[in-house]
């Protein structure tokens, strides 16, 4: 997307201000998101507890220089270079842009909406499909009014087919949403309860919901819902559908669902008296539902049954609404904080009997949004407890606590959060699985913290669903058939090479990439069985990869007669090799010049046998070089072309970084390199990335500091007032620069930036948090989710990689799902 701000003012209404000839390539909403610059757009958006208008001063020093917003800053005309398109509404104005951009995109257009089960029938699908067609799909739970409109902003026609999920809250959502999205098909997830304090019933929220297939092509759903079925019939009578069911014959799909064992269930579906099977990686009945919307889809965009079957056959865990952890005294705790409705309930029932190990314990919150019988709702709700053999019962909030004589006998009950919390660590919880359900409003995630294994003080926490996720996004670029290798080298980026590896071998990556030797059999020790290619292999480690099947970088004449001298002593028979050439980047590789020696010397052995040619591109980030990556492209193909030649066979041919990925799609060739995009550094045209690390410690102390006195070495700092100060375990030892001293830095505790004062030492540093509430022990955040990586590089003069990869492997990497 190229968009220029007098397009912008154009396409919104708006009067623009200031320089316009600014164009850019991307928006952005949250000042706090890495990526700022002169190429993005920033829309102030404004809501109950949000106004991005008070940090259009900030983005402005971080680069950007694009502004849509609904009043001018005071500061404006002091912003050389900037423009401002202001508008009465920049929710309506982002809205129009997103319109804008659905009416250029020629592909087809799937809506996903529905009361529970839209972001995982959304992934699912996006991964199915994407085997045999260029696909790109909403990301996370972009679902809202602001989360559809940033989702359409990334569609373009590199892609056949955009699958965007649809959520609402309230009448008259839908309609906004419907006029962005414009859906070809529509897929119906099913109907619950959720949000229903805003409705009158069931009914209700169906018709609302399915105001999306006004003007559809298509509705997918079950024929088994009663309530979907009569709306469809009176409110859309011309829509066509195509239904699937358990039960009813006249559905165009018919489903029958067997136990497969080890967690699996087999799915046989009929269509027109022919049938096929697929079998489903999840026990639960909510993932079969979810899986059968996903073959229904497919089925209806003729996509061939053994295609469907396979890709059913591997669907992934999306991250979505119960995460599973590791508690205290052996416990294991399911979390469930998305929908808080008796439907989700009872999906979290069902996940909870497939996962339990020993006795089952369930803390719940009161329904929020649900109208209705209140008696009648918890007397429905104590019996789907005891129905589901649940051991302990722990509710919280007045309306499970009024209610409390319909549940068993020794369920326990608490008015807030706050009682139950101070009462947890009195009751005893041990090997037992405990299902944690309920309203975010209750801030349950109190509770969990209680009773979830402790954690060390100072850690970089690694939000392995954030990584997979970039993994995704830059996975939904590739073409059908190219491969993927994943960059490991230093410690992962600085996030755990072994812990990243396993986990992306999991989700389907096939080759991994180190610097060096070692880096390699630590990946062999923890298990990893995909080939692994090191990059700077020297004469001292060819024994060493070889007994650990590693596969070398070849760059030089010497470094070819090194490994192939090896190869000859151990009688290895065509072990593969990667043929690096330097076309431009001028580090390891190949001088084109040096191919016809190289051949003669392959040519005349069989010990060694080439898998892949592949270089290193030198600016592919930037477009003042494109001309510069253009001629790198064409020197690895030419290269390429002349080796196959003489040599008689063809070897795989890979060149694009991150970046590249991101910028020439057409010079993906056979294989792409994610590194630093994997760990959500970077930004990337149509990919939206997770940040994965938060660097987080806790405060050790609190004093008070005296009008006059310094802090730190070099007795600087010193203030004309007294002071309190925290005291930080964390110094530049731990990868904290010194240039964050004395002011520069800052860190984020107790909900509030705080700068970091005096010179920072070895394994410590100080902070000012004079006038707020900060006990020993608070969390103290480096960087993460309320500082960006980003800013704290700008801070110090440096890249985020840096930072990352200077945090030392003695800080504990915790592994989380977030």
Known sequence: ???????????????????????????????????????????????????????????????????????????????????????????????????????????????????????????????????VKNVIRSPKSYNSQVGVALSLMNIDDRYEVAVIEAGISKPGEMERLARMIRPDTVIVTNIGDAHGENFTGREAIAAEKLRLAAGAGLVICSADDEIIRKELASGYPDTPLFTWSFSHTDACISVKVAENGEGSQVLRCTIADESFEAVIPFADHASVENAVSVIACCLTEKIPEEVIAKGISELPVVAMRMETKRGINGCTLIEDYYNSDPASLGMALDFLRTHARGQTTLIMSDFRQIGGDEKRLYKGVASAVRNAGIDRFIGIGEALSRNGAEFPAGSLFYGTTSECADAIRSLQFRDETILIKGARVFGLERISGLLVKQ????????????????????????????????????????????????????????????????????????????????????????????????????????????????????????????????????????????????????????????????SH???????????????????????????QKALGYTFRLHLLNSSGIARFPEYQFDMVRLGIGLYGIGRYEGVTLMNTGRFVTSVSQVRKVPAGDPVSYGCRGASDHDRQIAVIPVGYADGLSRELGDGKGILF??????????????????????????????????????????????????????????????????YVNE
């Open 455 to 614: 954690l060390h003080k100072t850690r970089l926490e690694i939000n392995m669903n954030a990584v997979v996720h970039n993994l995704n996004e830059f996975r939904h670029l590739l073409k059908p058939g190219t491969g993927m290798i994943a960059m490991v080298k230093a410690f992962a980026y600085g996030s755990g090479s072994a812990e990243i590896a396993s986990l992306l071998e999991y989700n389907g990556v096939r080759y991994f990439a180190v610097a060096y030797a070692d880096e390699g059999v630590a990946l062999r020790e923890e298990g990893i069985t995909s080939p692994v290619m090191v990059m700077n292999p020297d004469e001292s480690v060819m024994e060493l990869m070889i007994n650990n099947n590693l596969e070398p970088e070849i760059y030089s004449i010497e470094s070819f007669a090194a490994f192939a001298s090896a190869a000859r002593r151990y009688g290895l028979l065509h072990y593969p090799v990667h043929i690096k050439i330097d076309t431009g980047m001028h580090r390891l590789g190949f001088d084109v010049n040096d191919l016809d020696e190289l051949a003669g010397r392959l040519a005349g052995q069989q010990h060694l046998k080439v898998v892949s040619m592949f």
């Open 1 to 131: 997307m190229i968009i220029g701000a007098r397009e912008l003012a154009r396409l919104t209404g708006g009067s623009l201000t200031g320089d316009d000839t600014l164009s850019v390539t991307g928006v952005m909403i949250d000042s706090r998101a890495p990526g700022a610059g002169a190429e993005v757009l920033f829309i102030a958006l404004r809501g109950p507890n949000h106004d991005g208008h008070k940090f259009t001063d900030q983005l402005y020093a971080r680069g950007v220089r694009l502004f849509l917003v609904d009043t001018l800053p005071a500061s404006h005309g002091e912003m050389t270079g900037a423009a401002f398109v202001r508008v009465t509404d920049t929710l309506e104005a982002l809205q129009c842009l997103a319109r804008w951009r659905r009416e250029s995109f020629r592909g087809k257009v799937i809506a996903v909406t529905g009361s529970t089960g839209k972001t995982i029938v959304k992934e699912w699908l996006a991964g199915v499909m994407s085997t």
């Open 749 to 814: 505790i107790r909900g509030r930036r705080v700068p970091i004062i005096g010179s920072i030492c070895m394994d410590m540093c100080m902070a000012d948090v004079t006038g707020m509430d900060v006990e020993s022990g608070d969390e103290a955040e480096v960087f993460g989710a309320n500082i960006s990586i980003d800013e704290v590089a700008a801070l110090c003069n440096t890249i985020p990689y840096e930072i990352l990869t200077s945090i030392p492997q003695r800080v504990k990497r915790i």
């Open 617 to 643: 591109l030198a600016a592919s980030d930037d477009p003042a070089h494109d001309d510069f990556t253009h001629r790198q492209a064409r020197l690895l193909t030419g290269a390429a072309g002349k080796l």
